[in-house]
Protein backbone atom coordinates (compact mmCIF):
# COMPACT_ATOMS: atom_id res chain seq x y z
CA UNK A 1 0.00 0.00 0.00
CA UNK A 2 2.93 2.35 0.99
CA UNK A 3 6.56 3.17 2.46
CA UNK A 4 8.20 5.79 4.03
CA UNK A 5 11.92 6.18 4.29
CA UNK A 6 12.63 5.85 8.48
CA UNK A 7 16.33 6.60 8.30
CA UNK A 8 20.21 5.84 6.35
CA UNK A 9 23.43 5.21 7.81
CA UNK A 10 26.56 4.21 6.58
CA UNK A 11 28.33 1.38 7.16
CA UNK A 12 30.94 3.30 9.47
CA UNK A 13 27.83 4.18 12.26
CA UNK A 14 26.92 0.56 11.49
CA UNK A 15 29.73 -0.41 12.85
CA UNK A 16 30.65 1.83 16.27
CA UNK A 17 26.93 0.95 17.36
CA UNK A 18 27.08 -2.88 16.61
CA UNK A 19 30.65 -3.45 17.80
CA UNK A 20 29.19 -1.14 20.96
CA UNK A 21 26.71 -3.77 21.81
CA UNK A 22 28.02 -6.91 21.06
CA UNK A 23 32.33 -6.17 21.29
CA UNK A 24 34.10 -8.86 19.78
CA UNK A 25 31.22 -10.47 18.09
CA UNK A 26 30.21 -8.01 15.90
CA UNK A 27 29.90 -8.85 12.07
CA UNK A 28 31.68 -6.41 9.82
CA UNK A 29 29.17 -4.19 8.67
CA UNK A 30 30.34 -3.88 4.44
CA UNK A 31 27.33 -1.95 3.39
CA UNK A 32 25.65 1.36 3.87
CA UNK A 33 21.83 0.87 4.88
CA UNK A 34 18.32 2.57 4.46
CA UNK A 35 15.34 1.75 6.19
CA UNK A 36 11.87 2.21 5.31
CA UNK A 37 8.34 1.39 7.37
CA UNK A 38 5.79 -0.15 5.05
CA UNK A 39 2.12 -1.26 4.74
CA UNK A 40 0.76 -3.87 3.13
CA UNK A 41 -2.73 -5.62 2.84
CA UNK A 42 -3.51 -9.09 3.72
CA UNK A 43 -6.20 -11.66 3.84
CA UNK A 44 -6.80 -13.09 7.39
CA UNK A 45 -8.10 -16.54 7.74
CA UNK A 46 -11.94 -15.41 8.42
CA UNK A 47 -11.74 -13.80 4.50
CA UNK A 48 -11.31 -10.35 6.17
CA UNK A 49 -8.43 -7.55 4.17
CA UNK A 50 -6.63 -6.35 6.74
CA UNK A 51 -3.68 -3.82 6.89
CA UNK A 52 -0.53 -4.64 8.29
CA UNK A 53 2.62 -2.88 8.65
CA UNK A 54 6.62 -3.48 8.74
CA UNK A 55 10.17 -2.67 8.67
CA UNK A 56 12.13 -3.18 5.61
CA UNK A 57 16.24 -3.03 5.35
CA UNK A 58 18.19 -3.07 2.74
CA UNK A 59 22.34 -2.13 1.57
CA UNK A 60 22.68 0.55 -0.52
CA UNK A 61 23.90 -0.64 -3.78
CA UNK A 62 21.94 -0.46 -6.88
CA UNK A 63 25.21 -2.74 -8.86
CA UNK A 64 23.82 -6.12 -6.65
CA UNK A 65 20.94 -8.33 -5.70
CA UNK A 66 20.60 -9.65 -2.42
CA UNK A 67 18.74 -12.68 -0.60
CA UNK A 68 15.27 -11.48 1.28
CA UNK A 69 15.72 -12.83 5.08
CA UNK A 70 12.12 -12.38 7.66
CA UNK A 71 13.19 -11.77 10.73
CA UNK A 72 9.92 -12.35 13.30
CA UNK A 73 10.24 -10.36 16.42
CA UNK A 74 9.56 -12.10 19.93
CA UNK A 75 6.47 -11.37 21.91
CA UNK A 76 5.63 -7.76 22.68
CA UNK A 77 2.86 -6.28 24.67
CA UNK A 78 2.78 -2.64 23.68
CA UNK A 79 1.26 -1.63 20.15
CA UNK A 80 3.88 0.92 19.50
CA UNK A 81 6.54 -1.55 20.61
CA UNK A 82 7.02 -3.23 16.88
CA UNK A 83 9.24 -2.46 14.00
CA UNK A 84 7.72 -0.41 11.86
CA UNK A 85 7.06 1.85 15.04
CA UNK A 86 10.57 1.62 16.64
CA UNK A 87 12.79 1.51 13.77
CA UNK A 88 16.61 2.01 14.53
CA UNK A 89 15.73 3.33 18.17
CA UNK A 90 17.43 1.34 20.69
CA UNK A 91 14.99 1.32 22.75
CA UNK A 92 14.22 -1.79 21.02
CA UNK A 93 17.58 -3.69 20.31
CA UNK A 94 16.16 -6.52 18.97
CA UNK A 95 15.00 -4.71 15.71
CA UNK A 96 17.54 -2.28 15.67
CA UNK A 97 20.60 -4.51 15.83
CA UNK A 98 19.11 -7.10 13.38
CA UNK A 99 17.85 -4.22 10.79
CA UNK A 100 21.63 -3.00 10.98
CA UNK A 101 23.67 -6.43 11.28
CA UNK A 102 21.57 -8.07 8.07
CA UNK A 103 21.14 -4.69 5.67
CA UNK A 104 25.41 -3.92 6.37
CA UNK A 105 25.85 -7.59 5.71
CA UNK A 106 23.99 -7.85 2.32
CA UNK A 107 20.71 -8.97 3.48
CA UNK A 108 17.07 -6.90 2.49
CA UNK A 109 15.75 -7.88 6.08
CA UNK A 110 12.08 -7.75 6.52
CA UNK A 111 10.56 -7.60 10.19
CA UNK A 112 6.41 -7.40 10.33
CA UNK A 113 4.66 -6.35 12.94
CA UNK A 114 2.28 -9.24 13.21
CA UNK A 115 -1.75 -9.18 12.59
CA UNK A 116 -3.55 -6.54 15.88
CA UNK A 117 0.30 -4.75 15.56
CA UNK A 118 1.50 -1.53 14.31
CA UNK A 119 -1.21 -0.29 11.58
CA UNK A 120 -3.41 -3.65 12.52
CA UNK A 121 -6.12 -3.17 14.14
CA UNK A 122 -8.17 -5.46 16.97
CA UNK A 123 -6.55 -8.13 19.07
CA UNK A 124 -3.19 -10.25 18.50
CA UNK A 125 -3.62 -13.57 17.91
CA UNK A 126 -1.00 -14.78 20.18
CA UNK A 127 0.50 -18.30 19.14
CA UNK A 128 -2.24 -19.13 16.90
CA UNK A 129 -0.51 -20.62 14.15
CA UNK A 130 -2.69 -19.99 10.94
CA UNK A 131 -2.70 -16.23 11.47
CA UNK A 132 0.79 -15.68 10.89
CA UNK A 133 1.74 -17.21 7.50
CA UNK A 134 0.21 -13.97 5.75
CA UNK A 135 2.01 -11.24 7.76
CA UNK A 136 5.41 -12.98 6.27
CA UNK A 137 4.37 -13.98 2.74
CA UNK A 138 2.93 -10.95 1.96
CA UNK A 139 5.36 -8.55 3.18
CA UNK A 140 7.26 -10.81 1.11
CA UNK A 141 5.41 -9.77 -1.63
CA UNK A 142 5.16 -6.21 -0.83
CA UNK A 143 8.50 -5.86 -0.38
CA UNK A 144 9.39 -7.06 -4.08
CA UNK A 145 6.86 -5.01 -5.71
CA UNK A 146 8.75 -2.03 -3.43
CA UNK A 147 11.64 -2.90 -5.12
CA UNK A 148 10.52 -1.80 -8.36
CA UNK A 149 8.31 1.21 -7.26
CA UNK A 150 10.71 3.26 -5.05
CA UNK A 151 12.94 6.08 -7.19
CA UNK A 152 15.75 4.73 -8.79
CA UNK A 153 18.32 6.82 -6.29
CA UNK A 154 16.96 4.23 -3.61
CA UNK A 155 16.78 1.58 -5.32
CA UNK A 156 17.43 -2.31 -4.45
CA UNK A 157 16.93 -5.90 -5.71
CA UNK A 158 16.75 -9.15 -5.00
CA UNK A 159 17.77 -13.00 -5.83
CA UNK A 160 16.65 -15.69 -5.11
CA UNK A 161 17.34 -17.02 -1.59
CA UNK A 162 15.06 -16.41 1.30
CA UNK A 163 15.55 -17.14 5.00
CA UNK A 164 13.43 -17.28 8.17
CA UNK A 165 14.49 -16.86 11.36
CA UNK A 166 13.26 -15.78 15.04
CA UNK A 167 13.15 -15.63 18.33
CA UNK A 168 10.70 -16.69 21.12
CA UNK A 169 6.85 -15.69 19.62
CA UNK A 170 8.95 -15.23 16.26
CA UNK A 171 10.50 -19.01 16.90
CA UNK A 172 6.67 -20.22 16.76
CA UNK A 173 5.96 -17.69 13.73
CA UNK A 174 8.88 -19.08 11.76
CA UNK A 175 7.54 -22.69 11.97
CA UNK A 176 3.98 -21.55 11.32
CA UNK A 177 4.93 -19.92 8.16
CA UNK A 178 8.04 -22.76 7.01
CA UNK A 179 4.67 -24.73 7.05
CA UNK A 180 2.18 -23.13 5.51
CA UNK A 181 4.59 -21.94 2.43
CA UNK A 182 6.10 -26.04 1.92
CA UNK A 183 2.63 -27.41 1.96
CA UNK A 184 0.33 -24.37 0.07
CA UNK A 185 2.72 -22.11 -1.38
CA UNK A 186 6.29 -24.03 -2.73
CA UNK A 187 5.64 -23.24 -6.38
CA UNK A 188 6.36 -19.34 -5.09
CA UNK A 189 8.39 -19.23 -2.00
CA UNK A 190 11.71 -21.30 -2.08
CA UNK A 191 12.80 -21.53 1.49
CA UNK A 192 16.67 -21.30 1.32
CA UNK A 193 17.16 -21.69 5.12
CA UNK A 194 14.76 -21.38 8.27
CA UNK A 195 15.76 -20.86 11.55
CA UNK A 196 12.88 -21.48 14.47
CA UNK A 197 14.46 -20.95 17.86
CA UNK A 198 13.15 -20.96 21.36
CA UNK A 199 9.45 -21.32 20.06
CA UNK A 200 6.32 -22.86 21.72
CA UNK A 201 5.38 -25.55 19.16
CA UNK A 202 4.03 -28.27 21.75
CA UNK A 203 1.28 -26.18 23.34
CA UNK A 204 -0.65 -28.97 24.27
CA UNK A 205 2.21 -30.78 26.08
CA UNK A 206 4.93 -28.96 27.22
CA UNK A 207 3.19 -25.70 27.74
CA UNK A 208 0.26 -27.06 29.34
CA UNK A 209 2.49 -28.86 31.88
CA UNK A 210 4.13 -25.62 32.56
CA UNK A 211 0.48 -24.22 32.96
CA UNK A 212 -0.65 -26.51 35.24
CA UNK A 213 2.97 -26.89 37.42
CA UNK A 214 3.10 -24.65 40.42
CA UNK A 215 6.00 -23.00 40.36
CA UNK A 216 6.93 -19.40 39.98
CA UNK A 217 7.03 -18.16 36.95
CA UNK A 218 9.72 -15.23 35.27
CA UNK A 219 6.73 -13.39 32.98
CA UNK A 220 3.52 -14.87 34.51
CA UNK A 221 1.95 -12.03 32.24
CA UNK A 222 2.04 -14.81 29.00
CA UNK A 223 -0.52 -16.68 30.72
CA UNK A 224 -3.11 -14.80 30.43
CA UNK A 225 -1.72 -12.98 27.00
CA UNK A 226 -2.39 -16.17 25.74
CA UNK A 227 -5.81 -17.47 26.89
CA UNK A 228 -7.41 -14.09 26.63
CA UNK A 229 -6.29 -14.68 22.74
CA UNK A 230 -7.89 -17.79 22.63
CA UNK A 231 -10.96 -16.94 24.23
CA UNK A 232 -11.55 -14.48 21.86
CA UNK A 233 -10.56 -16.37 18.82
CA UNK A 234 -11.95 -19.74 19.52
CA UNK A 235 -14.92 -18.20 21.43
CA UNK A 236 -14.32 -20.45 24.60
CA UNK A 237 -16.76 -18.57 26.98
CA UNK A 238 -16.50 -15.16 29.31
CA UNK A 239 -13.33 -14.33 31.17
CA UNK A 240 -14.70 -15.04 34.55
CA UNK A 241 -15.05 -18.79 33.08
CA UNK A 242 -11.36 -18.82 33.32
CA UNK A 243 -9.87 -16.22 35.68
CA UNK A 244 -10.57 -15.31 39.33
CA UNK A 245 -13.18 -12.48 39.63
CA UNK A 246 -9.65 -10.01 41.14
CA UNK A 247 -7.83 -10.67 37.70
CA UNK A 248 -10.92 -11.55 35.49
CA UNK A 249 -11.60 -7.34 36.34
CA UNK A 250 -8.62 -5.69 35.66
CA UNK A 251 -7.10 -8.26 32.58
CA UNK A 252 -8.62 -5.94 29.96
CA UNK A 253 -6.84 -2.83 30.80
CA UNK A 254 -3.68 -4.28 31.83
CA UNK A 255 -3.74 -6.06 27.82
CA UNK A 256 -5.06 -2.75 26.41
CA UNK A 257 -1.97 -2.72 24.49
CA UNK A 258 -0.34 0.48 26.73
CA UNK A 259 1.43 -1.51 29.13
CA UNK A 260 4.40 -2.96 29.33
CA UNK A 261 5.09 -6.48 30.29
CA UNK A 262 6.93 -5.92 33.72
CA UNK A 263 3.88 -3.57 34.59
CA UNK A 264 1.44 -6.20 33.81
CA UNK A 265 3.35 -8.70 35.59
CA UNK A 266 3.34 -6.59 38.67
CA UNK A 267 0.07 -7.17 39.11
CA UNK A 268 -0.43 -10.63 38.84
CA UNK A 269 0.84 -13.41 40.66
CA UNK A 270 4.31 -15.12 40.23
CA UNK A 271 2.93 -18.38 40.21
CA UNK A 272 0.63 -18.43 37.44
CA UNK A 273 -1.93 -21.24 38.07
CA UNK A 274 -2.89 -19.38 41.07
CA UNK A 275 -4.79 -16.44 38.73
CA UNK A 276 -7.33 -19.23 37.32
CA UNK A 277 -10.37 -20.58 39.08
CA UNK A 278 -10.25 -24.12 40.20
CA UNK A 279 -12.98 -25.29 38.12
CA UNK A 280 -11.37 -24.17 34.92
CA UNK A 281 -7.88 -26.00 36.23
CA UNK A 282 -10.29 -29.11 37.05
CA UNK A 283 -11.99 -29.68 33.25
CA UNK A 284 -8.71 -28.94 31.65
CA UNK A 285 -6.48 -31.57 33.34
CA UNK A 286 -9.85 -34.16 33.72
CA UNK A 287 -11.35 -33.40 30.41
CA UNK A 288 -9.73 -34.93 26.88
CA UNK A 289 -12.29 -32.91 24.98
CA UNK A 290 -12.25 -29.71 27.08
CA UNK A 291 -12.17 -27.31 24.07
CA UNK A 292 -9.49 -24.93 25.40
CA UNK A 293 -7.04 -28.35 25.30
CA UNK A 294 -8.20 -29.06 21.89
CA UNK A 295 -8.06 -25.32 20.43
CA UNK A 296 -3.86 -25.96 21.74
CA UNK A 297 -3.76 -29.26 20.14
CA UNK A 298 -5.21 -27.77 16.42
CA UNK A 299 -2.33 -24.95 16.98
CA UNK A 300 0.74 -27.55 17.90
CA UNK A 301 3.27 -27.44 15.31
CA UNK A 302 5.63 -30.48 15.38
CA UNK A 303 3.61 -33.39 13.19
CA UNK A 304 5.04 -32.35 9.99
CA UNK A 305 7.83 -32.71 7.45
CA UNK A 306 10.31 -29.88 6.80
CA UNK A 307 11.60 -29.91 3.25
CA UNK A 308 13.45 -27.85 3.31
CA UNK A 309 17.17 -26.63 5.47
CA UNK A 310 16.36 -25.71 8.76
CA UNK A 311 17.71 -25.67 11.87
CA UNK A 312 16.61 -25.34 15.53
CA UNK A 313 17.73 -23.43 18.61
CA UNK A 314 17.24 -23.67 21.78
CA UNK A 315 19.03 -22.80 25.19
CA UNK A 316 18.62 -26.03 27.69
CA UNK A 317 17.54 -24.09 31.13
CA UNK A 318 15.25 -21.36 29.30
CA UNK A 319 13.01 -20.94 31.68
CA UNK A 320 10.21 -19.54 29.79
CA UNK A 321 9.84 -21.71 26.92
CA UNK A 322 11.14 -24.96 27.95
CA UNK A 323 13.69 -26.72 25.66
CA UNK A 324 11.44 -29.68 25.32
CA UNK A 325 9.40 -28.01 22.91
CA UNK A 326 12.43 -28.18 20.09
CA UNK A 327 13.21 -31.78 21.68
CA UNK A 328 9.65 -33.02 20.92
CA UNK A 329 9.82 -31.24 17.11
CA UNK A 330 12.64 -32.23 16.09
CA UNK A 331 12.01 -36.14 17.27
CA UNK A 332 9.02 -35.83 15.75
CA UNK A 333 10.18 -34.57 12.37
CA UNK A 334 12.84 -36.82 12.25
CA UNK A 335 10.06 -39.58 12.66
CA UNK A 336 8.44 -38.13 9.78
CA UNK A 337 10.71 -38.98 7.21
CA UNK A 338 12.64 -35.06 7.53
CA UNK A 339 16.68 -35.25 6.35
CA UNK A 340 17.72 -31.56 6.84
CA UNK A 341 16.45 -30.64 9.92
CA UNK A 342 19.09 -29.89 12.78
CA UNK A 343 19.00 -29.16 16.15
CA UNK A 344 21.65 -26.53 18.16
CA UNK A 345 21.48 -26.85 21.78
CA UNK A 346 23.37 -23.56 24.12
CA UNK A 347 24.50 -25.31 27.23
CA UNK A 348 23.66 -23.87 30.76
CA UNK A 349 26.46 -21.39 30.51
CA UNK A 350 24.61 -19.17 27.88
CA UNK A 351 21.76 -18.37 30.81
CA UNK A 352 18.08 -18.69 30.49
CA UNK A 353 15.30 -17.31 27.93
CA UNK A 354 16.66 -13.56 27.43
CA UNK A 355 20.27 -14.33 27.88
CA UNK A 356 20.52 -17.16 25.20
CA UNK A 357 18.48 -14.88 22.62
CA UNK A 358 21.58 -13.22 21.13
CA UNK A 359 24.11 -16.33 21.02
CA UNK A 360 21.46 -17.96 18.83
CA UNK A 361 20.80 -15.09 16.51
CA UNK A 362 24.62 -15.13 16.15
CA UNK A 363 24.56 -17.91 15.26
CA UNK A 364 22.06 -18.75 13.20
CA UNK A 365 23.96 -15.49 11.47
CA UNK A 366 27.05 -17.50 11.15
CA UNK A 367 25.10 -20.35 9.38
CA UNK A 368 23.97 -18.44 6.84
CA UNK A 369 26.68 -16.65 5.75
CA UNK A 370 28.04 -19.32 4.87
CA UNK A 371 25.46 -19.80 1.84
CA UNK A 372 24.79 -16.20 1.80
CA UNK A 373 24.81 -15.48 -2.06
CA UNK A 374 25.29 -11.81 -3.94
CA UNK A 375 24.61 -11.66 -7.31
Wanted: glycine share 6%.
Amino acid sequence: ISYEHKVSASSSDIQWLVDLALGNNAPEALYDMSMYSIEYEIEDPRGFIDTLSGLVSFPVDHTKSFPVASYQHGTTIEDQNVPSVTGMSMSNQEVSLISMIMSSSGYIIMLPDYIGLGSSGGYHPYIIADTYPPAITNMIRAVKQMSGEIDNENSFMYNNQLYLLGYSEGGYVTMAAVKEIEENLSDEFNITMSFPMAGAYDLSGVMVDLMLSEEVYPDPYYLPYFILTYIEKYELGEIEDFFKSEYANILPELFNGNHSGGYINSHLPSIPIQMMTDEMVNDFTNNPDFPFRLALQENDLYDWTPQSTMYLFHGIIDESVPYQNSVVAYNKFLENGSESVFFETLEESYGGHAEAAPYCLLGAYNIISTVHMIN
